[in-house]
């Protein structure tokens, strides 16, 4: 489980190039959400209520592939095709793809990297939420917000991240192994099992 073979590292540049446009997309998408919400004074929640997107190439790659490092690489690589695309944060991004790979690896690595299932992929869009949210305080200086300006940045990132990097991550790849598109990695192997439970 730990070596890595030609096709794990063809899968985390497809991955990164998918999930680094969708980035990209998800960034402009919340520059229009804060224009929206300006008025009701609600523009610093703009990116909350899609930053879970911003977790899903590490766990896309974690589920997937299920090797230690897998979530981590794939989310800083991802991250680094977004800054060379034009995302006009620079730089700091690549950072906060570390930062974010890291909270989402430890999910998996929680369960020892033999787990798979809901539970790695909830942890880690809690992990990622924490890690993000720590993060965002040493960025952004959340420590100058009211705590329940801060509490609700949180939480919903929370909800965000649960719902993005881990249920639609989830339904996707679950899918995507049913078709067949991924039959050369381990997460064929949870569909072959569902399948032979069906038949008996």
Known sequence: MTKWALKDVIMVGIASLIFGVIYLGAVHFGLLLG????????????????????????????????????????????????????????????????????????????GRYRRYGWFPLVTGAV?????SFLWGILRSNFVDLQWQLLLAIFLIRLLSSLFFSAF????????LARMGVLNSYPIANDQTITVQREIV
Request: aromatic share 14%; proline share 3%.
């Open 127 to 131: 992990g990622a939420t924490i890690t």
């Open 168 to 175: 639609l991550v989830k339904i996707v790849c679950d899918h």
């Open 35 to 110: 224009t929206l919400l300006t008025p009701f004074g609600l523009s610093v929640l703009a990116n909350e209520f899609i930053f879970g997107v911003w977790f899903m190439a590490a766990a896309f790659a974690g589920y997937v592939l299920r090797k230690p490092g897998a979530a981590t690489i794939t989310e800083m690589i991802a991250a680094l095709l977004e800054v060379f695309m034009g995302n006009f944060y620079g730089p700091i991004i690549f950072i906060s793809g570390f930062v974010q790979g890291i909270g989402t690896e430890a999910g998996f690595a929680l």
